[in-house]
Every structure is written in structure tokens, then in C-alpha cells.
């Protein structure tokens, strides 16, 4: 009989299930509805089941517990930051192999990995945790000596993540926070973060634990967006040099004293101007979209493949890594708010090898001025023999592109609507 995959939320829009599938496995996704997927992912060897009350660890279970009743399963999976822990429990409870509970639940937690940090005696920014806001806005009153950055205590994407400059700036984050809060059933919570602002270069580790062994894919760089906000408008992989290597050392020792002991990783440092190293988080799975594309094209292999076989079988799996090429990433993103009608891109750079250009956003959808990740309206792909050359050829491609965009006029007030009737 043919076994099946339990896969709870991806966070590459179940780009892993025709690789699965294709393994030999049958796949039931089971998804909250309120993160996205593709459909067309899905084919006849795969099912997806939709329930916002996963969000709840007790439905979760109950739902796992049904489906060991009426299939064959052989383990159960999670590429999502939301529901590694709820995974890594229930993989515990059936005896599937897992990043330990323990390990997963201090990821998952904002806080309770910075507390982690200082116990360990790893460099970290000052943070203090708020459940309400007028704490926190006690708290903003009495130390404006230095910057402040609004974080949800869990999350992703950038999502309400802010430098903060002012108390009412304070008070729209936590609005925002609330208001996704009550929109998710708390799969982002309303804790949150101020944590203080460390000026730097982010840089990301990739890489894969099993029985032991450390395997590193390499170290992406960031391109990022002027602050307040911190979203990520490039990439480039591999980088190579001296501050890869302390990267590199720094993820051999976060391996060791933080016990990751099973599973892909993607872990974010901050390098200071005086080469000061913080680990900014750890997400424990791969790396999301566009970066998995960058990583194959650059070292010539499947890393969804390989992810995926470690989830399964529960080892790493060698691979032929040829490692000769250099892939970037630029985002595009809209200056202003409005209605998207087309992203304009020369022809001549859709069907090239070298080039990939993906559309995150539909025509006629609505576009938000960039505030994080989620606002990203198209991706520029490129794989060339050097890093130069990857990463010019995805700015010529860049500055080639229009946005069109349909804009509103500035709203009238009455005031307005009375001072011009009375001027006409």
C-alpha cells in the first residue's frame, strides 16, 4: 500500500508536494487557509484538507489522529515558521524523525530565543516583551536614547516588523499586530517585541542537520529597504570571503550550544561595522521563495529533493554538488499605493535559462506602497558563471521594468469640498 505524507502548512506554497509525490508518497496537506499555497502543486496522489482551527494545537492533533486511522502514514512535516512546534510534537508523539520540541518551541518564540541568547552569553540586541500597549508605551517614554524596532514575538515576512520613531508610530504597529491577531485566531500573536536596533549587514546560513552531521548549502547576503521598514529587496548566493567564513563559524557553534539536531535551517545574522556578529532569528526550514531557485541553480542540484528525502527517510542524502555558478535576486516593488494593471518586462528576457521572473501579484490586484515582505510585486531570477555577472544582468532587467498602476486622487474633506465651492 502506498504510504502518505502528512504536510502541515508550507512556507514555499507547497512547492514540495510534486517533489513528494514524485518520491513514491501520496500527500494530505492539511492548511489553515490563511497561508498561501498553489494549486496547481496539487495533482491525483495528493489531497488538501482546510481548517482554520489548526491554528490550535489540540485540533491539530485530533486531525493527525484521523488521518493515522485511515491511511498509511509515514511521517508527518511542516515547512512553516507557524507550525514547526505543533510538528515537531506530534512527530515526537509518533516516533517520526524531528527537530526536538524543545529546540522548536524556543525558535518559534521571539523572546524566549533572545533569553536563550543571554544565557548562552551569545551577543544580543536589549529586548524587552509587551502584552500591552501601554506598557510598552511607558516603557518608549523612558528611553528614547535609543532606536527601538516593533517585532511580533512570532511571524515572518517582515510582517508589522518597524523601526519605530515616534509614540504614535508605536501605537499603528500594535494596531496593526491586533488587527492580524484577531484575523489569523492568533496564529500571529498579539505579543511583541521592542528590541533594539542594531545597524549592520544581514547575512543568512543555509543548512541541513541529521544524526549528528552538519551540512552547509552556503551564505546568502541581503539587499535591504530604507528604514523604517525592513524589507528584503535582493539576494545573492553564495557569498564567498572573509565575513562568509565567520558566518559559517557562527553557525557551527549555534548548531552546537542551541541543540539543532534534525532538519533544514535558516538562521540571520547582523554583521556590525566593527565586524560584531548577532544572530538576528533562527527558522528551522529551508529557506523560502525566491531562494530555493538560487540555490539550485547555483550549486546544480534539487534542494526541495534533498529536503525532502531528510524529512521522509530521516538522513541527508549525498548529492553531486558541481558549485560553479552565482545566482541573484532583486525584487521589484511599487513607490506608491494603487491598482496594478501590468508589470511591463522586455520579451526578450522571458525565455532565457539564465533568467526567471516571477509575478507575486495578479493584474488589476490592489498594491501597497512596500511596508514588508508581503508587498512584493514580481521577482528577477538570475544565474550566471560569476557573482558580477548574476547580479548586473538582474539590474538591467530591473531598471527595464514599468509599473503600471491605476492612483486615486487625494481624498476631498469637507473643509476642502466647502473652501473650493467657495472659490469657483
Known amino acids: 500500500m502506498r504510504q502518505s505524507i502528512i504536510f502541515v502548512e508550507s512556507g514555499n506554497r507547497a512547492e514540495e508536494i510534486p517533489v513528494i509525490t514524485g518520491l513514491g508518497f501520496n500527500v494530505i496537506f492539511v492548511s489553515s487557509g490563511m497561508l498561501p499555497y498553489d494549486e496547481h502543486n496539487f495533482n491525483e496522489d495528493s489531497k488538501c484538507i482546510v481548517d482554520k482551527g489548526i491554528v490550535q494545537y489540540d485540533r491539530l492533533a485530533e486531525i493527525v489522529k484521523e488521518l493515522h486511522g485511515l491511511f498509511t502514514i509515514r511521517t508527518i512535516i511542516s515547512t512553516s515558521d507557524y507550525f514547526v512546534h505543533s ?129 552547509i548549502l552556503g551564505v546568502t547576503n541581503r539587499l535591504m529597504s530604507q528604514l523604517p521598514y525592513f524589507i528584503e529587496l535582493g539576494y545573492s548566493f553564495p557569498v564567498r570571503g572573509f565575513i562568509a567564513d565567520l558566518i559559517i563559524e557562527e553557525t557551527k557553534r549555534f548548531v552546537k550550544d542551541f541543540q539543532y539536531d534534525f532538519g533544514p535551517c535558516h538562521i540571520e545574522f547582523i554583521v556590525s561595522p566593527d565586524r560584531k556578529i548577532y544572530i538576528l532569528e533562527v527558522n528551522p526550514r529551508l529557506i523560502g521563495p525566491p531562494n530555493p531557485w538560487m540555490i539550485d541553480k547555483a550549486l546544480g542540484i534539487s534542494v526541495f529533493e534533498i529536503v525532502c528525502k531528510l524529512y521522509i527517510f530521516g538522513g541527508l542524502v549525498e548529492a553531486a554538488y558541481f558549485d560553479s555558478k552565482y545566482s541573484t535576486c532583486l525584487e521589484v516593488i511599487s513607490p506608491v499605493s494603487g491598482q496594478l494593471g501590468r508589470v511591463k518586462i522586455d520579451m526578450k528576457y522571458l525565455n532565457r535559462s539564465d533568467v526567471k521572473i516571477i509575478y507575486l501579484k495578479k493584474e488589476m490586484a490592489y498594491v501597497n506602497r512596500a511596508a514588508s515582505n508581503t508587498d512584493i510585486v514580481a521577482r528577477i531570477l538570475t544565474v550566471a558563471e560569476s557573482i558580477d555577472e548574476a547580479r548586473q544582468l538582474a539590474l538591467t532587467i530591473y531598471e527595464s521594468i514599468r509599473l503600471e498602476l491605476c492612483i486615486k486622487p487625494v481624498p476631498l474633506t469637507m473643509e476642502r469640498e466647502d473652501d473650493i465651492n467657495g472659490h469657483l
Request: proline share 3%; with cysteine.
Open 87 to 215: 510538528v515537531s510534537l506530534l512527530c515526537e508523539q509518533y516516533r517520526y524523525p524531528s527537530l526536538n520540541s524543545i529546540s522548536a518551541s524556543i525558535f518559534q518564540n521571539k523572546n524566549r530565543f533572545r533569553e536563550k541568547q543571554q544565557e548562552l552569553q551569545y551577543a544580543a540586541p536589549e529586548f524587552h516583551c509587551f502584552d500591552s500597549l501601554q506598557d510598552a508605551v511607558n516603557f518608549y517614554q523612558s528611553s528614547k536614547k535609543k532606536q527601538w524596532v516593533f517585532k511580533p514575538i512570532n511571524g515572518n515576512e517582515s510582517v508589522a516588523v518597524r523601526l519605530i520613531n515616534s509614540e504614535s508610530e508605536l501605537n499603528d504597529c500594535y494596531r496593526q499586530l491586533k488587527y492580524l491577531s484577531r484575523y489569523t485566531g492568533t496564529l500571529l500573536m498579539p505579543s511583541f517585541l521592542l528590541e533594539e536596533f542594531i545597524e549592520g549587514c544581514i547575512y543568512s546560513c543555509e543548512f541541513m542537520v541529521s544524526a549528528g552531521h552538519l551540512h
